[in-house]
């Protein structure tokens, strides 16, 4: 799972949902299985490999009906799952915040570069959305209500 404590840069970012069957085909490196999550679009699918972390594997025993005995050789062969990198812009989140609060309402998109470095410093796109609601199991009622409320606001008019 992933969290954005900003509640911007949504375009920018890019979402996370279930692995497709077309993605679990098309695996260079068997890693994701049916029910994954992983990263579309923007920074999510660019660092997902380094946002995703590390599977942990546990050996447990189980009987013939299938009750848990404990861990196989006191969980000698087990290994630790790894929690994802954290990823760091150069966005300066407080002007970020400000630009997106000059666009609400509005179609368009802000960008700010620092001339010296080429360092983003603000990426807004309007209309956007808080990415915390494409990140959780809830991605396709999120999905479908985001839509929805575009649609209804393309409907509206000047």
């Not at 991605?139 to 985001?146: C, E, G, T």
């Amino acid at each position: 799972m992933r969290t954005y404590p900003a509640h911007t840069l949504a375009n920018a970012l890019g979402y996370v949902s279930e692995i497709s069957k077309k993605q679990l085909e098309n695996q260079d490196i068997i890693y994701y299985r049916q029910g994954d999550y992983i990263g579309h679009n923007g920074l999510e699918e660019q660092y997902e490999e380094q946002l995703r972390g590390k599977r942990g594997v546990k050996f447990m025993m189980q009987n013939v009906r299938g009750v848990n005995k404990g861990s196989w050789k006191n969980g000698a062969f087990d290994t630790l799952a790894v929690a994802g990198q954290n990823l760091v812009t150069g966005i300066d989140v407080e002007v970020q915040k400000y630009a997106d609060s000059l666009m609400q309402n509005k179609v368009g998109a802000v960008l700010a570069v620092e001339p010296s470095s080429g360092e983003i410093l603000v990426s807004v796109s309007a209309p956007t959305y808080d990415p915390n609601l494409l990140s959780s199991r809830f991605f396709s009622k999120n999905y479908r209500a985001l839509i929805k409320t575009l649609i209804s606001r393309l409907s509206i008019g000047p």
